[in-house]
């Protein structure tokens, strides 16, 4: 296939750009629209040049599978055909239909005009993947539309519609009718015209008030960016649009292009760019695996999750039918939804009509023959076996056949849960993670015999509710929880060695989470991890050890919601208080233990902490729980507050090198008394002596 369509309309060639699915400007790409611009200059009929894309894509930009790779810069490369294309003696217009983002757009503004659908959508997103556009944006945009309003769009990396730019340079003309009829109409005027062809090169941004603003927007940018270096970046060059002349713009543009793609903060936002696409996607199941319809569903249980889970659904227009055991219990949860979408109201975000209509979406209901109809039921109904037990089998007996069966457990084992009905292969965890109606995260659990379109049907739902769907096989905790033990018994170790909650804490939000484990602790509820702790002691037959955390709970300090755990809360108050009870507290179990407490570094509590996710994290992807690493970093990103310019626990264990992510484990595994979890994972070892990354 020709990745560039030439065709003659009368005087004026038509290139139409043709690399599905986003028109990625790759090196074939690139070379083709060179190609065909050359054509059509040496055709002595030709008098104007059209450059169009589908009518859905202009183009979505760099190929970001170049990035990085010799073929990014091997030539022709952007700049070289953008410049080609301004020094064009035939006119050339660009016909932009749907969304011209980032290299697509600098593509257009290199052309001498732009005609553009109303609707289209115009971006310099490249801020979002720690870049700044390299390709001229930065210089070209501001003598469009101004410095201010390029500054604004480069820095932020929000798109436009192309009406908002009426008016300016951007958009020459803005068509409602079919773009490239309209385009090439303009091209056969523009051919006509007398004179020398307008390029943005040549236009000067106005200097007045631009010093002060340029000021403003540093400091602004300064502020909002906490520390990352690519919208600063996007602020400098900018400004060089105005102080400096075309080709030193150009110049310097190029150089802090290269220079941001080597910073880890970039390569961090390419990686989560990159395994958001790949989560979506099962090494076994065809992508044309035809799918169940989800028009109806059905919740049981109207408690925490139950009540957000649902709010997902209505939010997608989806009817849900909530059943719970008593009717106080639905009353209330059916007020939680309610009172959830009055705050919505309160902040502007919905309107009264919208708070109705979703509600109406609802069936509430005490009786299970409510669900013959629906085609997926979630349960969240209290963790305990034989109540899942109890559920599972009457949804078995009510259910159409072919409907899917899903169970929000967090720790329980969905292939024992699958047993509980004739239909195991109808059945799978959909893990959704507190505020369910809020938190991105959707962990997707394959049971052993969960069906192959069922897990299509799954991930597909993710998208619909705008979730980030990773898919995880069975085991204790998945692969969030399971990995967050590790990081929780790290954290606690810290402390009986010798630190204090509030020194932990600190280390890891300096590290970039919103809050340490212990502050976390407390705003989850310190009770769930006692029972979970209690529970697995008596299912292994062993007496139950209490932690630090059980001896608070045996307190009757449960965190937050109970006025103190870890920490002390004034009444009405979030901001955690260090309490001297709690010191004592540990000391005493220092004593009992026959621990010295030891001076322990805020480096050592970062490495122990990080490093405790990232070698279970290999253990999880070597026991094939989870199907590649960048799977373990979006379940940390979007469902633990790991911090996103880290890119996630094996992003930044391959930054920090896996060899010396090793050194340290057998460091702290070397230890008297050591834990044995600190000995690396296999799977980690065999990647640093092969010199690789996850
Ligand atoms: P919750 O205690 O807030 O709500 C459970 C609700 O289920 C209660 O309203 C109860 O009346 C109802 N219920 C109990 N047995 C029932 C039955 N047989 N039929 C119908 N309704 C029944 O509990 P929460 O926190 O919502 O947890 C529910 C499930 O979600 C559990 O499996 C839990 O492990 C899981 N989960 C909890 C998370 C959390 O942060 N709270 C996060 C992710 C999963």
Redesign the pocket.
Known sequence: MNPVDYNLRGPVAVLTLNKPPVNGLGLALRSGILAGLDRALADPAVTAIVLTGGEKIFSGGADVKEFGTPKSSTSPNLPDVIRALEQSAKPVVAAIAGFALGGGLELALGCHFRVANKDATLGLPEVKLGLLPGAGGTQRLPRAIGLEAALNMIVSGAPQKAASFEGTALVNELTEANVVDAAVAFAERAAKEPGALPRLRDVKVPAVGADAFLQFARNNVKTAAKGLPAPLACVECVADSVTQPFDEGLKRERAAFFALMATPESRAARHVFAAERAAGKLPDIPGDTPLRPIKTVGV???????GGITINFLNAGTPVVL????QA?LDR?LATIRRNYENSVKRGRLKQEQVEQRMALITPTLDYTAFEDVDLVIE????QMD?KE??FSQLDAVCKPGAILA??????DINQIASFTKRPQDVLGL????PANIMKLLEIVRGEKTANDVMATALALGKQIKKVAVVSGVCDGFIGNRMLARYGAAANAMVVAGGAPQQVDKAMERFGYAMGPFRVGDL?GLD?GWATRKRKAAEAGVPHDPTIADKICEMDRFGQKSGAGWYRYEPGMREPQADPLIDQLIADYRSAKGVTPRKVSDEEVVERCIYALVNEGARILAEGIAVRASDVDLVYLNGYGFPARRGGPMCYANEVGLANVVRALRRFAAEPGADASWEPAPLLIQLAEEGKGF
């Open positions: 049981i249980g109207a408690g925490t999750m139950g059943l719970e055991t008593a219990a949860g969240a109904v209290f963790e109540v109890k559920v169970s929000n457990t967090s720790y329980l893990h959704f993670f507190s989850a769930i």
